[in-house]
């Protein structure tokens, strides 16, 4: 079945460091999902990619939905504190339009000032 | 607030037990989903309703658990007889049902079963 693998598991980085993570599937996807989640809270969506090159911008964020499409990458430039959390990456799930997601297993960021 | 809503945000229950969550969507989202996320791993899926119809469930979904969304506004989803492999975060998400489409979570209900 469909798989998303997310590296690094997880990253320990000082303050104003910037970030890469990605993500990687085992078939293609026609759309990227970046969420956030915090201690105790649900995921909070980033940014979608919609397009195979596709780079998008929000904040010190930025994502880009990999040409061959199978792969997602987010940066994060000039980490701060409040950056700490787990990122996911997901993608739908089955062909059909369902909205159904399939989530990576998450990179877990910790910041230190 | 404009949100997903869940309720309650953590359930303490004994093995054995009953329990029912509550998830409020946003207003005008027609599909709202329930997923289940253990620590470590992202969330899984459970199930989803387009308006008040449930039209796919995860084979995660044992006969224990039962989802509904009446007047395809709210849902709620049951557990019977509770299990300590329940024990989780379950999430709730909604989105307005369009290609290519973004879902909006709640902030979860996190369960222990004791």
């Known amino acids: 079945g469909q798989q998303l693998n997310q590296s690094p598991q997880s990253m320990f980085i000082q303050e104003g460091e910037d970030v890469s993570m990605n993500c990687t599937s085992s078939?293609?996807?026609?759309?990227w999902l970046w969420y956030k989640q915090e201690p105790g809270e649900g995921p909070v969506l980033l940014i979608a990619l919609y397009k195979a090159g596709e780079l998008t911008s929000n904040g010190r964020l930025t994502a880009q939905f990999g040409i061959t499409r199978k792969d997602s990458f987010l940066n994060i430039s000039a980490s701060i504190p409040s950056d700490v959390g787990i990122y996911f990456c997901?993608?739908?799930?089955?062909?059909?339009?369902?909205?159904?997601?399939?989530f990576g297993q998450g990179t877990t960021l910790q910041v230190k000032p | 607030d404009t949100g997903v809503s869940q309720n309650p945000r953590h359930k303490i229950t004994k093995r054995g037990q009953n329990v029912t969550f509550r998830c409020d969507p946003i207003?005008?989202?027609?599909?709202l989903y329930w997923y289940r996320q253990t620590l470590g791993q992202g969330p899984e899926f459970l199930t989803y309703f387009q308006n008040e119809a449930q039209l796919e469930k995860s084979r995660l979904l044992s006969d224990r658990f039962s989802a509904e969304r009446p007047k395809g506004s709210f849902s709620t989803l049951e557990i019977q007889r509770t299990e300590q492999g329940d024990s989780a975060m379950y999430l709730c998400?909604?989105?307005?049902?369009?290609?290519?489409?973004?879902?909006?979570f709640g902030s979860g209900t996190q369960l222990s079963v004791l």
């Open positions: 998400a909604s989105s307005l049902g369009q290609i290519n489409e973004k879902l909006f």
């Open positions: 997901a993608g739908p799930a089955g062909s059909s339009n369902t909205g159904k997601l399939i």
């Open positions: 207003s005008e989202h027609n599909r």
């Open positions: 078939s293609i996807f026609n759309t």
